[in-house]
């Protein structure tokens, strides 16, 4: 019988190459799913534009029932971020890049929610007459927050960390239709041609519109953080940070005359 070698206790160097392909395998399909949850969300806004401006009940309901394939997305796509983070120990870009990827799929999963609240508000409006100008102005509103949030995926897609800050610019156009549209509905009702409950519900879709747009620039502050580590409410935790503090003892390099919101 050949003798028994002792263990030293030393472990044969292991080649991690395989287990890394496959890695960074999985961050590609994370990535790509990110991508095809967007564009679900994207093709629900001309869709439920449309509705509301059609006023046809079962496209509505439609609308309404997909949301549940979004919703089934965007929890395996979080839950697929926690794994890899979990299993994988990410550090550096790749940890920014994964935990970007989880708030980014709330912001779209979001987004398509608040089509959902157009479809219904719709319904409950249904039949009720709505002026030229009003509905000029809520077409204007779904092909700017389309236009916003497709934008905002692109700078994921691209990692362009200028694109995501540029967003929050692009959206003054949304702001500005959403202050239109208010201005629209008192024009109207002093005029007799839209009721209150019709006048309300067309103000509360005017929001869900706006508040996708800004979805959208979380999701390029977002792409930001993924690619630069930096964020806007990195300068108000500064701020905070030094308002108390002697001139001259400043931390991080903040100014303390930068104002909130610069």
């Not at 890695?23 to 001309?46: F, K, N, Q, S, W």
């Not at 209150?196 to 996708?212: D, G, H, S, T, W």
Request: hydrophobic share 45%; glycine share 8%.
């Amino acid at each position: 019988m050949a003798p028994i070698e002792p263990d030293h206790g030393i472990a044969e160097p292991v080649d991690d190459s395989e287990h890394r392909v496959v890695y960074h395998r999985e961050l590609d399909e994370l990535a790509a799913g990110v991508l095809r949850l967007g564009a679900m969300a994207c093709e629900t806004i001309p869709q439920g534009t449309e509705v509301l401006l059609g006023g046809n009940l079962s496209d509505a309901q439609a609308i309404i029932d997909a949301d549940d394939e979004i919703d089934a997305l965007s929890v395996e796509l979080e839950e697929k971020c926690y794994s890899i983070i979990a299993l994988q120990g990410p550090m550096a870009g790749e940890l920014r890049r994964l935990i970007a990827i989880a708030k980014l799929v709330a912001e779209i999963e979001r987004s398509a929610d608040l089509m959902v609240n157009v479809c219904k508000a719709a319904r409950r409006m249904f039949g009720a007459p709505l002026t030229p100008r009003i509905r000029g102005v809520l077409a204007s509103m779904g092909k700017e927050s389309n236009k916003l949030l497709r934008l905002s995926l692109d700078a994921f897609a691209d990692e362009n960390a200028s694109l995501g800050l540029a967003l929050a610019d692009i959206d003054d156009e949304l702001d500005q239709l959403n202050r239109d549209i208010v201005e629209a509905i008192f024009e109207a009702h002093a005029a007799g041609q839209i009721d209150l409950k019709a006048a309300v519900q067309v103000a509360l879709i005017a929001r869900y519109y706006e508040r996708i747009g800004d979805h959208a620039v979380n999701i390029g502050e977002r792409v930001n953080y993924m690619v630069t580590g930096w964020m806007p409410e990195h300068d108000s935790v500064l701020r905070a940070k030094n308002r108390d503090r002697p001139p001259g003892e400043s931390v991080g390099g903040a100014s303390p005359d930068v104002e909130p919101g610069d």
